[in-house]
């Protein structure tokens, strides 16, 4: 069956990094784009971008040029997002997921950006 | 960039009624790429429909999708007590993909 298995939850101050990663199992990786969704407290469903597995290319939403970068490693059927400079307003949960339409999901990474 | 207004923001139904979500779009797009999605505390969004009106993998036939150009609907036609929960629209066929802010419908 189709699992995407993520990372375990970050804290990290101002100014750093995080890395997320996504984990596939269940399907062909490099047949299926890999999107990332964040979701702030309360809040509604952010897009941020996506990565072909196939070749690495990427899209990135427009808010995020600069500072998200999404790898993935074929070797072991998993992507990779990092966002960095990180602000207090990039606190959410991080998902990955297969596309499209999205249909299979990660179960979410919370990253907490706090001082 | 596509803007995608969902309405109302809460509903509040009892189980068995019908259910009749909107998700209106700041310009015309293809219906062959707009998904609803179900989204329940602490949990994953789930894909229920695609394509407008398709229903994804095991997916209840009480749900169905129907729309075109740029306004669109998500149907319950009998609410099940699981059913409750919050659900967004979403549209893939253009840069930036976009979500709906959300319709939370809540047990009356």
């Known amino acids: 069956q189709v699992q995407l298995v993520q990372s375990g939850a970050e804290v990290e101050k101002p100014g750093a990094s995080v890395k997320v990663s996504c984990k596939a199992s269940g399907y062909t990786f490099t047949g299926y784009y890999i999107h990332w969704v964040r979701q702030a407290p309360g809040q509604g469903l952010e897009w941020m971008g996506w990565i072909n597995p196939n070749n690495g290319g990427t899209n990135y939403a427009q808010k995020f040029q600069g500072r998200v970068t999404m790898t993935r490693d074929t070797s072991i059927s998993t992507a990779y997002m990092e966002l960095s400079r990180l602000r207090a307003d990039d606190t959410a949960v991080y998902y990955c997921?297969?596309?499209?339409?999205?249909?299979?999901w990660g179960q979410g990474t919370l990253v907490t950006v706090s001082s | 960039e596509i803007v995608l207004t969902q309405s109302p923001g809460t509903l509040s139904l009892s189980p068995g009624e019908r259910a009749t979500l909107s998700c209106r779009a700041s310009?015309?797009?293809?219906?062959?790429?707009l998904a609803w999605y179900q989204q329940k505390p602490g949990q994953a969004p789930r894909l229920l429909i695609y394509g407008a009106s398709n229903r994804a993998t095991d997916i209840p036939d009480r749900f169905s999708g129907s729309g075109s150009g740029t306004d669109f609907t998500l149907t319950i036609s009998s609410l099940e007590p699981e059913d409750f929960a919050v659900y967004s629209c979403h549209q893939y066929g253009s840069s930036p993909r976009t979500f709906g802010q959300g319709t939370n419908l809540e047990i009356k």
């Open positions: 997921a297969r596309a499209q339409p999205l249909d299979y």
């Open positions: 310009q015309s797009f293809s219906s062959s790429y």
